[in-house]
């Protein structure tokens, strides 16, 4: 360690220790032990039998059919909000951001009420005795569910093209289809791409929507859960999450790099700095864009509906008549909201410090071991959540460590720190390194610099990141389904054992109140977060 890094920084090397003490107990160990955990029998049994190669073709066709319709969907729906001239664009710019807030298991749960056996729309309009469990049923669940995260990613894309570059193409005679598809849409390809693999990670990964509604259309990240908690193999679930983790670090490795690529392609791209006036779109794309951008919109509202709406209902698809038993029954789960709220706030906190450390450690220090804490800071993004909550079951049952609530806050944490790490790594990056270097030469440790004057500049991502992992945590079921115990139960996991019972009031009613808490509690923050900014810029 050089003497420069050594004077007057002792917390700062105490703060670098505790934070490669934290990675090497709560990331690595845990994969080291899930990874020791099957045995050669385990393997042979697994690839030999022809239900698991089931499971694996369902997941890969699955996968690879919800990544692209999302990616679809999210693309053609930023292309209208941002380049078409949609009418009413600011009303359909904020319904993705807002269903991307709600708790992630909504979306299968109003997916039941509305299209299931007994839902509004296939059994009371149209009196279908139909049931859309399985693939089908899967693939609208997760659309709805993954399609604002290509959104986001391509409205930063299209905002990132020189309209300059269009205004050229038209100037020498091309039309708007061949101005899109020569100039916007090659250019909108390294965000395309790297929504695909973001999203493909994520739908890989993605536990809540195939339980709900994947029925009899069986899918690893399911599988690895009903093989410990139904039979009890360990070894079987272990393999099973070993098999997951394969594409998911490829895609991980594949998204690390086009990241890298597309951030260099931005640079030459340029901004909108040129203020070419663009050419408005023609009234019938504008119609079409906008009716699309409804139908989309309208789908996300009707989930939203039903949820309210089952939670007043008798007996959904049964006996409509209004009633507030579901609402008064509430009282009985207390408990469990409690615990999502205070287990996702302390994660959400924990998570972004331990972001902001690393992501100072990594980039603008020569501590040892930066280069690795940049690789295992992002690990747990190329990790199923099921595999993780499972390793970090077995490691407590290997040190006999028995305290639940520890273990979900450790899971929520270290599951949400890569997309932290990232969001405060861009926002480090803006600040120029004379600030430290001032700071520095006035006598500031290094520990005064990040908490005085980077965190405080940086507060806008902060926010985002906290937001981020708050709302993730309220609604995560994947990571923590292994790791609830009696003491210790969750809103998310109680909503799913309602749904399985066929208790759709009460499932609804826990959901909505649940959602409107995290709203609540989202805007509560946003004001204190608007006021703090202020304070900062003003000083």
């Given amino acids: 360690m050089r003497q420069s890094e050594r004077d007057g920084s002792r917390p700062f090397v105490i703060s670098w220790f505790a934070v490669v003490i934290f990675f090497a107990v709560c990331v690595l160990i845990p994969l080291v032990l899930v990874a020791l955990a099957p045995k050669a029998d385990d393997f042979i049994s697994v690839l030999a039998s022809s239900r698991w190669h089931t499971a694996m073709r369902n997941t890969a066709f699955e996968c690879v059919c919800s990544t692209v319709l999302s990616v679809l969907i999210g693309y053609v729906y930023a292309y209208a909000v941002v380049r078409g001239d949609i009418f009413g664009g600011r009303f359909f710019s904020v319904v993705p951001v807002a269903h991307l807030i709600t708790p992630p298991f909504v979306g299968g749960l109003a997916f039941i009420l509305l299209v299931g056996r007994q839902g509004f729309i296939t059994h009371t309009l149209l009196g279908l005795d139909v049931s859309l469990y399985g693939f089908w049923g899967l693939l609208l669940a997760q659309t709805l569910c993954f ?280 926002s480090f990056a803006q600040l120029k390194t004379t600030l430290d270097d001032g700071a520095r030469s006035l006598g500031a440790d290094r520990l005064r610099v990040l908490g005085t004057i980077l965190m405080p500049l940086s507060s806008g991502g902060i926010f985002s990141s906290f937001i981020y992992d708050f709302v993730r945590g309220v609604g995560t079921l994947s990571a923590v389904i292994f790791l609830v115990s009696f003491n210790t139960p969750l809103a998310s996991v109680r909503i799913l054992n309602l749904a399985e019972q066929g208790d759709w009031g009460k499932s609804a009613a826990l959901a909505l109140i649940l959602t409107l808490v995290t709203f609540m509690i989202l805007g509560a923050g946003n004001c204190v977060a608007k006021r703090f900014r202020k304070r900062i810029w003003s000083a």
């Fill in 147 to 426: 399609f604002p995260i290509a959104y986001l990613i391509c409205v930063q894309t299209l905002h990132g093209i020189n309209p300059s570059l269009e205004q050229a193409a038209r100037g020498m005679g091309a039309s708007g289809a061949k101005i899109f598809l020569s100039v916007t849409l090659p250019l909108s390809f390294p965000g395309i791409l790297s929504a695909l693999l973001f999203i493909a990670v994520s739908v890989l990964s993605d536990f809540g929507n195939p339980m709900i509604v994947g029925g009899r259309f069986r899918v690893l990240a399911v599988e690895i859960y009903t093989q410990l908690t139904g039979w009890l193999n360990a070894g079987t679930s272990a393999v099973l999450g070993l098999i997951l983790v394969i594409p998911s670090v490829i895609l991980f490795v594949l998204q690390n790099y086009v990241l890298k690529v597309n951030t260099a392609k931005i640079a030459t791209i340029g901004g909108k700095t040129s203020g070419v006036p663009r050419k408005k779109s023609p009234v019938m794309v504008r119609i079409l864009l906008t009716v699309f951008c409804a139908v989309i919109s309208l789908a996300i509202v009707a989930q939203v509906v039903a949820i309210v709406a089952g939670a007043f209902q008798k007996l959904w698809g049964v006996n409509t008549s209004f009633t507030l038993d579901h609402i008064r029954s509430m009282g009985k789960y207390i408990r469990e909201l409690r615990n999502s709220l205070c287990f996702a706030f302390v994660s959400a906190a924990l998570s972004t410090v331990i972001a902001c450390l690393t992501a100072y450690i990594t980039h603008r220090t020569d501590m040892p071991l930066r280069r690795s804490l940049d690789v295992v800071a992002q690990l747990p993004s190329a990790v199923p959540g099921t595999l993780f909550g499972l390793a970090l079951a077995l490691m407590a049952n290997r040190f006999h460590f028995r305290n639940s609530a520890v273990l979900i806050v450790i899971a929520m944490t270290t599951g949400f720190l890569p997309f932290s790490y990232r969001i405060m790594s861009s």
